[in-house]
């Protein structure tokens, strides 16, 4: 799934390419990646691309499109030639549009079409009011970035939880914008056992997680996020993050501190990468 890196990164891109263009019109070919009345959307003028937390906003004149990418989601604008987005990295991003995967199309005035793919069908744009998106976005926590997450904000949520560290920390309700790449990292940064219930963690330990934590995000933007995959050199559309990487990906890899192997486990249905001597619940 894109995390806070690869979204920041997409809004980025596509920011400088949408505002203050016009869509002309749209076009849904999968009724459960689109929620509203498409139809409203002619004529209105882009105004701004932002993120919040995970998702894409895409403030109109009037109304806002919400766009949340899930697992396999991509937003991609072609301009001719030139294509800029990204998302999930499959072969979308380099063959012929709309493909399979095209769930919906927004053409704009000036030329320029802007596809949503999403290949197992999780992810969704939606129509939303003023009312209706601050509804939504009041489902976050605070972005992990956001000055409002500080030590003491998390000590406070980590004391009423009994679940593992690694799980907490992925909880949007929590804090937002962090997945699993940069959980792994960020954990293993901070020298933290992912399965050490959050609640058991010190104060200068949690200050060391969220410093760690915020480390890993901003690195992850600067790089444009990751492309764990064979289309990661795509100009336009990938990342360098997966060049860094610091445990996740690295199953049986020496750890960069110790030398120790890393090591995988399954976590709440995902992979948790760790060093178990580095991470070790015993420091």
Same mark, same amino acid.
């Given at each position: 799934m894109p995390e806070l890196p690869e979204v920041e990164t997409i809004v980025t891109r596509l920011k400088s390419e949408l505002v203050n263009e016009v869509i002309q019109k749209i076009e849904v070919r999968r009724e459960?990646?689109?929620?509203?009345?498409?139809?409203?959307?002619a004529g209105r003028k882009i105004l701004n691309v932002r993120r919040r937390a995970k998702l894409i906003v895409i403030d109109l004149e009037k109304d806002h499109l919400l766009v949340h990418l899930k697992m396999t989601g991509?937003?991609?604008?072609?301009?001719?030639?030139?294509?800029?987005?990204?998302g999930h990295p499959t072969a979308d991003w380099v063959k012929s549009l709309p493909s399979s995967h095209t769930r919906v199309i927004i053409w704009l005035?000036?030329?320029?079409?802007?596809?949503?793919?999403?290949?197992?069908?999780?992810?969704?744009?939606?129509?939303?009011?003023?009312?209706?998106?601050?509804?939504?976005l009041e489902k976050y926590a605070p972005d992990i970035i956001d000055p409002l997450i500080t030590?003491?904000?998390?000590?406070?949520?980590?004391?009423?939880? =009994?679940?593992?560290?690694?799980? $907490? &920390? !992925?909880?949007?309700?929590?804090?937002?914008?962090?997945g699993n790449i940069y959980a792994c990292d960020g954990l293993?940064?901070?020298?933290?056992?992912?399965?050490?219930?959050?609640?058991?963690?010190?104060i200068n330990q949690i200050k060391k997680l969220l410093d760690s934590l915020r480390v890993v995000i901003n690195r992850g933007i600067k790089l444009g996020g990751?492309?764990?995959?064979?289309?990661?050199?795509?100009?336009?559309? =990938?990342?360098?993050?997966?060049? $860094? &990487? !610091?445990?996740?990906?690295?199953?049986?890899?020496?750890?960069p501190t110790c030398g120790a192997k890393i090591e995988r486990f399954k976590q709440g249905g995902r992979s948790t990468l760790w060093c178990p001597f580095c991470q070790s619940q015993k420091k």
């Open positions: 459960k990646s689109f929620g509203g009345d498409c139809k409203k959307l991509q937003l991609i604008l072609v301009d001719g030639k030139t294509r800029v987005g990204g005035k000036s030329g320029k079409v802007l596809y949503f793919n999403d290949q197992r069908v999780f992810g969704w744009v939606r129509l939303m009011s003023d009312e209706e998106l601050a509804l939504e030590s003491d904000y998390l000590f406070e949520k980590l004391q009423k939880r =009994s679940s593992a560290i690694k799980l $907490v &920390v !992925l909880d949007s309700k929590v804090v937002a914008g962090i293993f940064l901070a020298g933290i056992d992912p399965q050490k219930p959050a609640r058991d963690l010190r990751a492309t764990i995959d064979t289309y990661r050199n795509v100009d336009g559309l =990938s990342g360098g993050y997966q060049d $860094v &990487v !610091l445990v996740y990906g690295k199953e049986g890899q020496p750890c």
